[in-house]
């Protein structure tokens, strides 16, 4: 037992162990204090040429922009993605893709992602007896690659489960015809995000405008219907005079 803490928190594996332990702290600590840790993430992705990318997703991409309410459940999702512009991927973007950091929560796939490197390296470090060489930090990086192709081998099958529930792993509710707050702007295909109150809970949700007129952050809104990949809602703004047409 004490020559498997020592290979763990060796020179070359050290700072992949206490990440894991991090992770398993922060998991530990989402499951039994049931806190969010709300953090909003701006991604732009534009593309100007056609590109082909291999990803196990069922919906069409047509956004520009997200936005991540929760890093824990954030999704890359595809529709977040144009496909038929004129611009290219990068390169970091090809590989979110591709390794199933899109279409499930980021965190869960980080995890993975962390863990299964962790093991890698601490087999083919204990194997060479290289845990306190140099050699050893050049297996560390070359674990990358083998641990995110296990990652996305492993990750899949989650895919299926993780589309039948929404962001926060309940079952979906029904929001069309409630009324929401934006909390980012959005117009055209612009996406952002909303919270809206449904059975008493607060609800963070995707959102588009439904006619692409601008709507302004912190503005009341009424969703109109999902989207038919079910990955976000359209919305109109919510006007006094509308609602009350006395």
């Not at 206490?18 to 709300?38: C, E, K, P, Q």
């Not at 692409?212 to 999902?226: A, E, F």
Request: glycine share 4%.
């Amino acid at each position: 037992m004490n020559s498997i803490i020592d290979i763990a928190f060796s020179s070359v594996n050290i700072v992949l162990s206490l990440l894991v332990l991090l992770l398993i702290i922060y998991w530990l600590f989402t499951m039994i204090s049931g806190i969010d840790f709300d953090v909003d993430i701006d991604v732009d992705i534009d593309i100007d040429a056609d590109v082909d990318v291999d990803v196990d997703v069922d919906t069409s991409l047509d956004g520009s922009i997200t936005n991540f309410p929760d890093l824990a459940n954030a999704e890359i999702n595809k529709e977040d993605v144009v496909r038929d512009q004129r611009k290219n991927l990068e390169w970091w973007q090809i590989v979110l893709i591709y390794f199933n950091f899109v279409g499930l929560p980021f965190m869960f796939t980080f995890t993975c992602w962390i863990f299964i490197w962790w093991l890698c390296t601490v087999i083919s470090t204990s194997i060479t007896v290289s845990y306190d060489t140099s050699f050893g930090y050049t297996l560390l990086l070359a674990g990358i690659l083998p641990s995110l192709i296990l990652t996305k081998i492993f990750t899949t099958p989650f895919k299926s489960f993780f589309k039948n529930l929404n962001k926060d792993g309940d079952l979906p509710t029904n929001l069309t015809g409630r009324r929401g707050v934006l909390l980012s702007k959005i117009s055209g295909e612009k996406m952002g995000t909303a919270e809206v109150v449904a059975d008493g809970n607060p609800m963070s949700i995707y959102a588009k405008s439904f006619d692409g007129s601008t709507i302004n952050y912190r503005q009341d809104i009424v969703i109109v219907k999902q989207s038919e990949d079910k990955n976000f809602y359209w919305v109109f703004p919510y006007k006094e005079d509308e609602q009350n047409p006395d």
